[in-house]
Structures are given as structure tokens and as C-alpha cells.
């Protein structure tokens, strides 16, 4: 008899599995539960800065799923898991039985328990129903003030600033973007923010927002002073979607604890993306990475292995990438030790490089520039690979301490690209995913350009 996967979640880490799972077999039979329809959230800045349709943030029409052979529940939450019965129950009470699962729920935005943060005109922008209703409420020029500057709230701040809203970000910690960059990269990140017209409130934080009978929302700040907005945006953290777990038998910490092959301790349930909590690459400590790469990471090691496979992942890359109006931000794996560094730091372009050593091997990086600056993409992208890959720079460590802003020569001479082929996750390069939307015809619109351009739209 065939295989009876069923997945829970229809975010990258679901969608991933469901591809890798049909790529070796094509018999088993594969069950989608999702209560959203499936989509990626990292498509959702692009749909509010209004650079692609609203259906582009889907992954794809009921035609993608017929056409992988697919069953779909849409709308349905999982409420609960039999380990030994081998099914789940859904909200609507019906059961599904499975010889494998794979748990891929997510994760939610942690509620804000201030006074006024259940108002009209305060959301938190993670899913696709949030994104519309923000669409829909916003002028170009609204005034939006965002809880919060983590990498998903400034993800969603660079969206607003190409259409012009006018932004103030409130942040409890000392600096903005604190769990991405060191206080020198923020004060870069702050000073260039507030030279394009974005507020910044740091070291505050936000006691109740008081909402007028014009609809213009007042937030209160913990420093006595006040700020006004038509719109706000909650970004103060998340927490992994794994109530429907109790008495199950799984092992959860913060997220659901997974091994190398993202299985559970249950052997037939495994877990993958913002849900699960598994090997860091560089420091080899179980860690939730909530980013879209560990996620499609986790969705195929975890696909492959339930479709009889045995293959293992070294562990997900700390890795952070952000575009803050103009200004490309990243941050890489150790990036906040304190161990040996090379900086180079010239405040007035601004460009900002801190290079964390292992020995001979890059360990962690912070990198920012401008986004038209010569290299900088491409010294992102390799300055990654020599830390993803665990290259031994030997001689090309002291080239690289005196001249950090020569990545390229290293890169090549030690075969740092080849090294990144032969770990690539499943060992075989990523096939070309061709087009998800059949009913259009399968029209290439070119949505990689969108996603990557440095041009404004
Ligand atoms: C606005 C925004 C922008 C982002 N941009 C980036 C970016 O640029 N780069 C990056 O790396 N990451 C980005 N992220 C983070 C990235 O989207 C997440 O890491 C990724 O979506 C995680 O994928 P996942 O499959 O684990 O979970 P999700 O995408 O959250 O999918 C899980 C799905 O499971 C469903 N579900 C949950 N519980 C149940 C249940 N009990 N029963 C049925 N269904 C359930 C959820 O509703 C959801 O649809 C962004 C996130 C947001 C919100």
C-alpha cells in the first residue's frame, strides 16, 4: 500500500516537503491541513509595497495540488495529534490518518498586552488576512507607527517607505534591530532611518494606545512623550504554534525538539520551519531559526526522510538579510561573539563590515552598505558561503584581515563555491520550480526580478 503522508501547515516548510516527498515518490498519497491557504510569508512586503498581485503571494492554484496529486483541507486547524492511534482530529471533528507526519505550523505573533492594542487600526502583519486588511486601511501617506524594530517589523517598514507612508518606530531596547546587529550597525541603521525621514524611539516603550473618535491613534511612551498615528503596526515577537501538542508525546521546548533528519522523538512524526527547533549550524546547540531558509531547508531534509530517504542536515545558519530603505543590512551565524574580529567601518557612506573569527574560518558576519555600492550583493553572498561552508581560509585569513573588502579572491582560490554545491541540502542542485499558477496559462511573470531587484519599482 502507498505511503499516507500528511502535512500540517501550507507555508514553505509544508509546501517543500510535499515537493520533495512527490520528487521520489510518485505513488504516496499526500494530505495538506492547512487553516490558511498556502503561501509564503516573505511575499507579503511585496504585496503591500504593491510590486506584485495579491494572488502572487499564493504558491499556488488548486491546479499545482492536482497536478502534484494532492489532497487539500484549507480551513481546517489540526487540534490535536494521536501518537499511538496514528491520526489527528480537526476543528471540525473529523480524523485523518497518517504513517507519516510533518508538523510545519509556525509560528504566531506574541499579543501585546497594553491597553488599547485590541483597537481598530493596530495590527500585527503576519498572515495574508492581515495584509489585506492593512492594504485596505491605508492611504499612500499614512502615518504608521510600528511596536517594535526587529526584522520583521523593519521588513514591513521598508515595504511602507516605497509608498510613501510616513513611519515611527518605537523599540524597548537601546537600539533598533537588536537581535540582528551590534550597537555600532544600529546607530549606522538609526542614523540613516532618521536622514530618510523615519522617527526613531528607542530605550521606550509603548504603555497604551489611546484611539480618538477620528480614528488617530495616540501611543503613550513609557518616557512621557507621545506619538500619533493612522495605523499601527505590532512587531514585538512570536511564539511557536504548538498548543494542539499537549499530550501528544512529543517533545517540545520552546519549539518541537528535531534531529538531523527532522524527525521528532516520535519516529514518524517530524517537524519543520519556525515550528521547530533544531541544530545551529554554528554553535551546534538545538535553536529555532524563524527565516524562510531553515524553513525550505527543514521542509526538504524532512520530506526526503519520510519518503524513505536518509539524509541528514549539518544544521540551519543564523541568517538575517534586510533591505531598510536602501541601506542593505545582514547579519550571519556568530555574528555576536566576542571572539577575534576584522572591522572596517566608513560612517559617512555608511559601510560597515565586522568579520568574526574561528581560527582560520569565518564565524559570523555583520555587513551593511548601500545597495548600489560596488559588491556589496555579491560580498553578502560570499562572506555567507565562507561561514556556511566552514572554509579553512588559511593563508587568505590575513589577506582578508588587511583588505576586508576583497571577498572575491578568497571566495574563488579556496573553491568556497563548490563546497556550498557538494552541501547543498538534498546533494543534487535545486530544480527549476517552473510556474505555479496554471490557470493564467503558466505566464512567467519574472517574480524572482521583483523579489531581488535593487531598483526601485
Ligand atoms: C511579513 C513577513 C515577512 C517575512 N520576510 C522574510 C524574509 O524576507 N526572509 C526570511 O527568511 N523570512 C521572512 N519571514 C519569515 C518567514 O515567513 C517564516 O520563517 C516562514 O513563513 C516559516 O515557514 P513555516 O512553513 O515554518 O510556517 P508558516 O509560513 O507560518 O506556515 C505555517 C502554516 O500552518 C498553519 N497552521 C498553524 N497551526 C495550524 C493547525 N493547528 N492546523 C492547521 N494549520 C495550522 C498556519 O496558519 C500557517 O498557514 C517573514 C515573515 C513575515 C510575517
Keep these: ?23 521520489y515518490d510518485a505513488d504516496a ?16 512586503p511585496y504585496y503591500i509595497s504593491k510590486s506584485i498581485p495579491v494572488d502572487q503571494v499564493l504558491t499556488g492554484d488548486d491546479g499545482y495540488f492536482s497536478n502534484l496529486g494532492v489532497t487539500t483541507q484549507f480551513g481546517l486547524r489540526v487540534t490535536s495529534v494521536n501518537a499511538s492511534e496514528n491520526t489527528v482530529t480537526l476543528d471540525n471533528g473529523s480524523t485523518v490518518e497518517y504513517d507519516n507526519l510533518l508538523i510545519a505550523t509556525g509560528s504566531s505573533p506574541q499579543p501585546l498586552p497594553i491597553p488599547g492594542a485590541d483597537g481598530e487600526g493596530v495590527h500585527n502583519l503576519w498572515t495574508m488576512d492581515d495584509a489585506k486588511n492593512v492594504v485596505a486601511a491605508m492611504d499612500g501617506d499614512a502615518e504608521v507607527a ?14 511602507m517607505y516605497k509608498i510613501g507612508a510616513r513611519l515611527t518606530v518605537i523599540e524597548l531596547e537601546n537600539q533598533v534591530l537588536p537581535r540582528m546587529l551590534d550597537a555600532q550597525g544600529a546607530s549606522l541603521v538609526n542614523t540613516w532611518l532618521n536622514e530618510h525621514g523615519v522617527r526613531t524611539h528607542t530605550g521606550v516603550s509603548v504603555q497604551a494606545i489611546e484611539h480618538g473618535s477620528d480614528g488617530k491613534k495616540t501611543l503613550k511612551l513609557s518616557d512621557g512623550s507621545s506619538t500619533q498615528a493612522d495605523l499601527v503596526i505590532v512587531a514585538t515577537g512570536i511564539r511557536t504554534n504548538i498548543d494542539f501538542l499537549n499530550g501528544s508525546g512529543v517533545n517540545t521546548n520552546e519549539g518541537i525538539l528535531i534531529n538531523s533528519r ?35 531547508d527543514h521542509g526538504r531534509i524532512a520530506g ?13 545558519l543564523l541568517m538575517n538579510i534586510l533591505d531598510v530603505c536602501g541601506l542593505q543590512c545582514a547579519s550571519f551565524g556568530s555574528w555576536s561573539s566576542g571572539g577575534e574580529k576584522t572591522e572596517t567601518i ?7 563590515r565586522k568579520l568574526l573569527w574561528d581560527g582560520d574560518q569565518l564565524s559570523g558576519a555583520i555587513i551593511l552598505g548601500p545597495a548600489d555600492d560596488v559588491a556589496m550583493l555579491n560580498d553578502m553572498g560570499m562572506i555567507k558561503g565562507l561561514i556556511q561552508a566552514q572554509t579553512s581560509l588559511g593563508a587568505w585569513k590575513g589577506h582578508i584581515q588587511t583588505n576586508p573588502t576583497d571577498i572575491r579572491r578568497p571566495y574563488v582560490a579556496t573553491k568556497t563555491a563548490e563546497k556550498m554545491l557538494a552541501i547543498t541540502t ?32
Design 146 to 159: 510600528f511596536i517594535g524594530a526587529g526584522f520583521i517589523g523593519f521588513i514591513i517598514l521598508n515595504a
Design 426 to 457: 538534498l546533494g543534487s542542485p535545486a530544480a527549476h520550480r517552473a510556474y505555479q499558477h496554471t490557470q493564467d496559462g503558466g505566464k512567467d511573470r519574472s517574480a524572482h526580478a521583483v523579489l531581488v531587484s535593487n531598483k526601485s519599482a
Design 1 to 23: 500500500m502507498a505511503a499516507r503522508h500528511v502535512i500540517i501547515g501550507g507555508g514553505p516548510g509544508g509546501i517543500n516537503a510535499i515537493e520533495t516527498i512527490r520528487g
Design 262 to 296: 527532522c524527525q521528532t522523538n516520535i519516529s514518524n512524526i517530524y517537524a519543520a520551519g519556525d515550528v521547530a527547533e533544531g541544530s545551529d549550524l554554528s554553535t551546534g546547540q538545538q535553536a529555532i531559526h524563524a527565516i524562510q531558509t531553515t524553513a525550505v
Design 29 to 44: 498519497s499526500i494530505t495538506l491541513i492547512s487553516d490558511e491557504p498556502a503561501y509564503a510569508r516573505m511575499a507579503l
Design 304 to 316: 526526503a526522510n519520510m519518503a524513505g530517504q536518509d539524509v541528514e542536515y549539518p544544521g540551519s
Design 346 to 352: 566608513n560612517a559617512s557612506r555608511p559601510l560597515y
